[in-house]
Nanobody, 121 residues
């Protein structure tokens, strides 16, 4: 069974960079043909696909977040990382690490438990 575990600071100050890591167990992040993505849910709002990295290292980003989002991986640690720059309070959300096969929320069957990130001074 594939397990995903997010980690990172729960509080980030405005204008700083949010950095999260996702440790994957029970499966390799290089296994064809999965995409490992970050999805977030702001309080009172719906889920938003942010970006992801495929089994072959190709990255994909939501157009609305592309300018300040970076998804990367460390295959030696079987980890996926997220960096979101220039954060504002609107970036406050629960952030999920997920595994799927496309770019719609419905295509993601495996989810981490999520980690709350609050942007506040």
């Amino acid at each position: 069974q594939v397990l995903l575990q997010e980690s990172g600071p729960g509080l980030v100050k405005p204008s700083q960079t949010l950095s999260l890591a996702c440790t994957v167990s029970g499966g390799s992040i290089t296994t064809s043909y999965y995409i490992w993505s970050w999805i977030r849910q702001p309080p009172g709002k719906g889920l938003e696909w942010m970006g992801g990295i495929a089994y072959d290292g190709t990255t994909y980003y939501s157009p609305s977040l592309k300018s300040r989002t970076s998804v990367s991986r460390d295959t030696s640690k079987n980890q996926i990382s997220l960096q979101l720059g220039s954060v504002t309070p609107e970036d406050t959300a629960v952030y999920y690490c997920t595994r799927g096969a496309g770019f719609t929320i419905a295509e993601y069957a495996y989810w981490g438990q999520g980690t709350q990130v609050t942007v506040s001074s």
